[in-house]
């Protein structure tokens, strides 16, 4: 039976059997090197490397079913799946450095990969506009495989051949069911410009136009040596250690994946108070992470990247109040922005006195786009002077008063035990019918 490899750049990682007709893996495969075989193929510290895991891991490759405006396209295309452009090609992304060939395929990374090559772009303007084109697409381009649910693409700068990752707002159908407003290209922008001014490791983002839509450009955070790999696939390859709560262990995944251990508490106090001040709800475990070389394997935080979904984007008030903020304790079903703010473990690091200015500079850059009335930009510059003040004040030593998450019954019986008592001596008539001691307040719980 033939076999197909997956490439880490010029590096065989893994030898697998698989059907020519359905093109999918007939074998769990050999692994060829191990220092390079994709997480994905290890959880919670255990192989997880069989056939279905195999083709998972390929399709997961594909653009996303939910990306916006992503039918059309297919049927632009004449194709009935994301997973059959996929197919078509190599698989290679300007996100990390695997591919797949066939055993018996000549082909070289130096030959195919797009961090070197160059590619056809016109494919990348149908997944951005939506528009269709009579003409012969390429498939052999980045775009098949770039992740994610808003309209984007890759192009190449003809000047400096940096690859530009172009990110524009949703449609109108994708905005009214994710509540999002379109403001997330410039939310970007504003982003990486206060990453700039607190010196925090960002990607630099500008504003640009394609058609009628605002578009969020950067380039390329990663070298032709290089690969982004997500907290989610660091984290769901160990296994996790009991007591530790989801900051630290992502401290402890990173660690152990090969990052220093310093750099990667500064690069997550860097976006927890950054996600703080702009008011981020999507920071969720594929928006940070950490970037690789994949040929000494040194290992380094990823900047801050994807903060679009800020700055009360898709709200209908401007407010100060706690929000549901990713990724930490949302296991909590309570608003947890406060409580991750108390993570933040050096606040020396960090000069407020830069942002004097910096909610003036929002409501401006925002009333650039037109969309927002007078008096929800004086509701933001209101609202960011207050979070510049919450943090001023909580790097001079005030105590940030935020109830902990109840772990477990002992913790809620030590907090609200008496109340508990109370509530339930009234309702059964007698305290002592029910009794005071833990185990008779869980028998309640319980019922």
């Given at each position: 039976?033939?076999?197909?490899?997956?490439?880490?750049?010029?590096?065989?990682?893994?030898?697998?059997?698989?059907?020519?007709e359905?093109?999918?893996?007939?074998?769990?495969?050999?692994?060829?090197?191990?220092?390079?075989?994709?997480?994905?193929?290890t959880?919670?510290?255990?192989?997880?490397l069989?056939?279905?895991?195999?083709?998972?891991?390929?399709?997961?490759?594909?653009?996303?079913?939910?990306?916006?405006?992503?039918?059309?396209?297919?049927?632009?295309?004449?194709?009935?799946?994301?997973?059959e452009?996929?197919?078509?090609?190599?698989?290679?992304?300007?996100?990390?450095?695997?591919w797949?060939?066939?055993?018996?395929d000549?082909?070289?990374?130096?030959?195919?990969?797009?961090?070197?090559?160059?590619?056809d772009?016109?494919?990348?303007?149908?997944?951005?506009?939506?528009?269709?084109?009579?003409?012969?697409?390429?498939?052999?381009?980045?775009?098949?495989?770039?992740?994610?649910?808003?309209?984007?693409?890759?192009t190449?700068?003809?000047?400096?051949?940096?690859?530009?990752?172009?990110?524009?707002?949703?449609?109108?159908?994708?905005?009214?069911?994710?509540?999002?407003?379109?403001?997330?290209?410039?939310n970007?922008?504003?982003?990486?410009?206060?990453?700039?001014r607190?010196?925090?490791?960002?990607?630099?983002?500008?504003?640009?136009?394609?058609?009628?839509?605002?578009?969020?450009?950067?380039?390329?955070?990663?070298?032709?040596?290089?690969?982004?790999?997500s907290?989610?696939?660091?984290?769901?390859?160990?296994?996790?250690?009991?007591?530790?709560?989801?900051?630290?262990?992502?401290?402890?995944?990173?660690?152990?994946?090969g990052?220093?251990?310093?750099?990667?508490?500064?690069?997550?106090?860097?976006?927890?108070?950054?996600?703080?001040?702009?008011?981020?709800?999507?920071r969720?475990?594929?928006?940070?992470?950490?970037?690789?070389?994949?040929?000494?394997?040194?290992?380094?935080?990823?900047?801050?990247?994807?903060?679009?979904?800020?700055?009360?984007?898709?709200?209908?008030?401007?407010?100060?109040?706690?929000?549901?903020?990713?990724?930490?304790?949302?296991?909590?079903?309570?608003?947890?922005?406060?409580?991750?703010?108390?993570?933040?473990?050096?606040?020396?690091?960090?000069?407020?006195?830069?942002?004097?200015?910096?909610?003036?500079?929002?409501?401006?850059?925002?009333?650039?786009?037109?969309?927002?009335?007078?008096?929800?930009?004086?509701?933001?510059?209101?609202?960011?002077?207050?979070?510049?003040?919450?943090?001023?004040?909580?790097?001079?030593?005030?105590?940030?008063?935020?109830?902990?998450?109840?772990?477990?019954?002992?913790?809620?019986?030590?907090?609200?035990g008496?109340?508990?008592?109370?509530?339930l001596?009234?309702?059964?008539?007698d305290?002592?019918?029910?009794?005071?001691?833990?185990?008779?307040?869980?028998?309640?719980?319980?019922?």
């Amino acid at each position: 039976m033939p076999r197909k490899l997956i490439m880490c750049g010029d590096h065989p990682v893994l030898a697998f059997e698989y059907d020519p007709e359905s093109g999918r893996a007939c074998s769990s495969g050999e692994v060829l090197d191990h220092d390079r075989l994709p997480l994905e193929f290890t959880t919670h510290g255990k192989s997880a490397l069989y056939a279905k895991r195999i083709d998972e891991w390929w399709r997961s490759r594909a653009i996303p079913s939910t990306r916006d405006g992503i039918r059309r396209v297919l049927e632009s295309l004449g194709a009935a799946s994301t997973d059959e452009l996929l197919d078509r090609t190599y698989g290679l992304s300007l996100s990390d450095q695997y591919w797949v060939r066939r055993e018996d395929d000549p082909a070289e990374w130096k030959d195919v990969n797009f961090f070197d090559n160059s590619f056809d772009e016109a494919l990348g303007e149908i997944l951005l506009t939506s528009y269709s084109s009579s003409h012969d697409i390429s498939l052999n381009v980045p775009d098949v495989s770039t992740s994610g649910d808003l309209p984007k693409r890759w192009t190449i700068d003809r000047a400096t051949g940096r690859r530009l990752l172009g990110k524009s707002g949703p449609t109108p159908v994708h905005r009214a069911r994710r509540r999002l407003t379109g403001q997330e290209p410039m939310n970007e922008v504003i982003a990486s410009r206060l990453c700039m001014r607190l010196g925090v490791p960002a990607v630099r983002y500008s504003l640009a136009r394609n058609g009628n839509r605002l578009v969020s450009t950067c380039a390329d955070m990663l070298s032709n040596h290089e690969e982004l790999v997500s907290a989610w696939q660091v984290l769901q390859s160990v296994k996790a250690v009991n007591g530790l709560n989801s900051h630290d262990q992502w401290i402890r995944a990173a660690v152990g994946f090969g990052a220093d251990e310093r750099a990667v508490r500064d690069a997550t106090d860097d976006w927890l108070v950054v996600d703080y001040l702009m008011r981020n709800t999507d920071r969720h475990y594929s928006n940070f992470g950490l970037i690789r070389n994949i040929e000494t394997l040194a290992v380094r935080p990823a900047p801050i990247y994807d903060t679009g979904a800020s700055l009360w984007s898709g709200e209908l008030d401007v407010d100060g109040r706690d929000w549901f903020a990713k990724p930490f304790y949302t296991a909590t079903g309570k608003p947890s922005a406060l409580r991750q703010l108390r993570l933040v473990e050096d606040w020396s690091r960090f000069d407020l006195d830069a942002l004097s200015d910096w909610p003036d500079e929002v409501a401006y850059e925002l009333s650039r786009m037109r969309m927002f009335a007078p008096e929800r930009l004086d509701a933001i510059r209101v609202q960011l002077v207050k979070r510049i003040g919450m943090l001023r004040r909580i790097s001079e030593g005030e105590v940030l008063r935020v109830s902990d998450p109840i772990r477990n019954k002992t913790d809620l019986m030590d907090r609200f035990g008496e109340t508990l008592r109370k509530n339930l001596g009234q309702r059964d008539g007698d305290a002592r019918s029910v009794g005071t001691g833990p185990d008779a307040l869980s028998r309640h719980l319980n019922r």
